[in-house]
């Protein structure tokens, strides 16, 4: 499947099918998390964690298989690198026929951070589920999805703009429309979208729609992590290279500058 059918045909999955993943599937997995880059240089570590074996459930999942807890130390940008870094873990799962769903709130913290390992100097963000998909979706993922509206998104007017945050931005060309497609059928908590982009020539500058209550144990916040999941997907659909240089454009209340892809 191309990167674009990928980017936008990926679904949180709930309901998995209550099979252990093949030792080839478990292997493949295990390598990949060893090293999963992401353009702030900041290490992401994975833990592959057996449902069964070390206790694991979350009251929104049933039938998985296993659990990833992605885990990054607490320094500057932290939250836009993990989003990076596990986005293409769930993409490249997504690939390969294994559901995920991103997990922040709905499951045992403590819990999960005694059983992957969390050091002090050290944030888990989100787990995600493992496993192959049922075929059919529980009462209760179907109850989810729809509570948070999770088939929708925002129309592009409302997140891609031009020259400043008055006029919005539509893409003539084919690669940059699909692009933006891309970013916007991103997951993020609550299904909230909270990236807002501006156009200016060849760069493209990303900032973080503030909603409420998403600031983080750490002293993080969670749409940060959403933001690193919008620049994974622009950055995987144009080859853009990242930077973080504030151009100084007048941002209206609650939005925040967070980095720059120029392609
Ligand atoms: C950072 C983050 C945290 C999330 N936390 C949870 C969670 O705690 N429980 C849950 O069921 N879904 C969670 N989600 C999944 C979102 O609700 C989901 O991605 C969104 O509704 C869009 O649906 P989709 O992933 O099927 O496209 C989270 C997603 C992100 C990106």
């Known amino acids: 499947m191309d990167i674009f059918k990928l980017l936008t045909t990926r679904r949180s999955v709930r309901t998995f099918d209550g099979q252990p993943l093949s030792a080839e599937d ?17 290490p992401v570590r994975f833990v ?16 998985e298989a296993a659990y990833i807890a992605g885990i990054v130390e607490k320094v500057p940008h932290r939250e836009e690198a993990f989003g990076f870094s596990f986005e293409r873990m769930v993409m490249h799962l997504w690939s390969r026929g294994i559901g995920t769903t991103w997990i922040a709130g709905t499951f045992k913290r403590e819990f999960f951070e005694k059983a992957a390992g ?42 891609f703009f ?11 060309d084919e690669g940059l429309k699909q692009a933006l497609e891309a970013v916007r059928w991103a997951p993020s908590a609550v299904n909230k979208q909270p990236w807002r982009i501006i156009k200016d020539g060849n760069a493209f500058h990303f900032y973080l729609k503030h909603d409420k209550n998403y600031a983080t144990a750490d002293g993080g916040d969670l749409q940060k992590v959403d933001m690193g999941i919008a620049l994974c997907h622009f950055i995987d659909m144009t080859g853009g290279s990242l ?4 151009p100084g454009v007048e941002t209206p209340e609650g939005i925040e500058y967070i980095a720059s892809v120029t392609v």
């Open 48 to 63: 592959y964690m057996d449902a069964k074996e070390m206790g694991l459930s979350s009251p929104v999942i049933t039938g």
């Open 26 to 42: 478990v292997q493949n997995i295990r390598e990949y998390i060893e090293n999963i880059p992401n353009p702030y240089g900041i």
């Open 162 to 172: 031009e020259g400043g945050f008055t006029k919005p931005f539509a893409a003539a």
């Open 243 to 246: 930077n973080v240089a504030d």
């Open 118 to 159: 969390v050091k002090e100097n050290e944030v888990m963000y989100c787990v995600t589920p493992v496993g192959y998909p049922a075929k059919k979706k529980s009462i209760k993922e179907v109850a989810m999805r729809k509570g948070v509206g999770a088939d929708k998104r925002k129309d592009g007017a409302e997140l």
